[in-house]
């Protein structure tokens, strides 16, 4: 089942600007700079096997190149934890694309074999043992006579922002043992391609790079951090004109897909006018920043409060002032706290004053606390 959040990085891929941009910026490879950008096209992440198994891949583009025969198939996995059958999910992924377009039998772009099902008189529908599910048709020949077009091939990548570090081997060999001798070269051998987002090392690719800003965003380790890269956002999107369902693709992931703890429980907003993102984006942050920096000065208060209630009234009373204070979720009730510690001559005044302030802030409560 999708969730919101696969949901999330699947629309932001959708734009050919984020494929194109991993392609031509993160990966390192030369024929990178022989595709053409301006033949991407999305082909479907949904595979089913000529036994009706289902598979779904995530995204994937295809690009061909600019000067010779041929393309590729970019296979995107999303992943936010470390799947040590990496290797075999995206092995499975490749055979199955490879299927599809042995049944489809037309060249990307090309005037082939309609793609359409065949009619039920020609369909081999055999079952059995006479017809394994893996079982493929040759490819045919072009309606001129000429040999098919090869098959493209494929680049699986996985863009992991977990985290903990991923240990997952990237190849077959890392899931297999050691092939008797003379059985090496029948072995599957493919390995996939892995990107850490949150480990990317600087500096990230220069120029107007929107997948780097996507990358900035995923290693952001502040609050301030995220809102400089959504105010770059927000100018990229202004200047290369992009349409306004690429930028709510973006606001979506972020409510979605990128939640860091200082966004945690907090609103994400819901823009209807793309036009006014940044200055939504602008106060919200403002907001957040002003709430974070509350919440901070709260957990430290609560820490040094503990350590002389500690002192003041025994360990066992400042273990019991810390529950309470936990289920206060104004920090400036938190702060409040501070003076009542000076001011009670017993550790039992005090937490009489803290339950009072905790049943005050409960849900529906517009009671002030006590003094």
């Known amino acids: 089942m999708t969730t919101p959040y696969d949901a999330a990085w699947r629309l932001l891929f959708?734009?050919?600007?984020?494929?194109?941009?991993?392609?031509?910026?993160?990966?390192?490879?030369?024929?990178?700079?022989?595709?053409?950008?301006?033949?991407?096209?999305?082909?479907?992440?949904?595979?089913?096997?000529?036994?009706?198994?289902?598979?779904?891949?995530?995204?994937?583009?295809?690009?061909?190149?600019?000067?010779?025969?041929?393309?590729?198939?970019?296979?995107?996995?999303?992943?936010?934890?470390?799947d040590h059958t990496?290797?075999?999910?995206?092995?499975?992924?490749?055979?199955?694309?490879?299927?599809?377009?042995?049944?489809?039998?037309?060249?990307?772009?090309?005037?082939?074999?309609?793609?359409?099902?065949?009619?039920?008189?020609e369909q081999d529908v055999t079952t059995g043992p006479d017809r394994p599910d893996n079982r493929e048709s040759p490819p045919r020949e072009a309606p001129d006579g000429s040999a098919p077009e090869p098959l493209p091939s494929v680049v699986p990548i996985v863009l992991y922002h977990g985290k903990a570090q991923w240990q997952a081997g990237k190849d077959m060999a890392g899931l297999c043992a050691p092939p008797a001798e003379g059985l090496a070269p029948y072995q599957?051998?493919?390995?996939?391609?892995?990107?850490?987002?949150?480990?990317?090392?600087?500096?990230?690719?220069?120029?107007?790079?929107?997948f780097a800003i996507l990358v900035r965003l995923v290693q952001s380790r502040r609050l301030e951090d995220e809102a400089t890269v959504v105010d770059e956002l927000i100018e990229w999107l202004h200047e290369e004109t992009a349409p306004e369902d690429l930028g709510r693709a973006f606001l979506a992931w972020m409510g979605y897909a990128h939640v860091p703890e200082w966004r945690q429980g907090m609103d994400w907003p819901v823009l209807k006018d793309w036009r006014e993102a940044g200055t939504m984006l602008r106060e919200s942050v403002n907001e957040w920043t002003t709430k974070w920096m509350a919440q901070g000065r709260a957990e430290g208060q609560a820490r040094v409060m503990r350590r002389q209630a500690a002192r003041k009234f025994g360990p066992e009373f400042a273990d019991r002032l810390d529950e309470r204070l936990a289920e206060i979720e104004d920090p400036e009730r938190v702060v409040e706290v501070s003076d009542w510690l000076l001011e009670c001559e017993s550790g039992e005044e005090l937490l009489a004053r803290v339950e009072g302030l905790c049943e005050s802030s409960a849900p529906g409560d517009g009671a002030a606390p006590s003094s």
């Open 14 to 82: 959708s734009f050919p600007v984020m494929p194109r941009d991993l392609l031509t910026g993160f990966v390192p490879w030369a024929w990178t700079k022989e595709l053409d950008p301006r033949t991407l096209e999305e082909r479907p992440g949904s595979q089913v096997s000529n036994g009706l198994s289902q598979r779904h891949q995530d995204c994937v583009w295809e690009a061909r190149f600019h000067d010779r025969q041929g393309s590729i198939l970019a296979a995107l996995e999303f992943q936010s934890t470390v």
């Open 86 to 121: 990496m290797a075999v999910r995206m092995l499975v992924y490749t055979a199955m694309m490879y299927q599809r377009r042995l049944r489809s039998r037309t060249p990307p772009g090309g005037q082939g074999t309609s793609s359409k099902p065949e009619p039920p008189e």
């Open 188 to 210: 599957p051998a493919q390995r996939y391609f892995l990107l850490d987002l949150r480990r990317y090392p600087a500096p990230l690719p220069e120029g107007r790079n929107l």
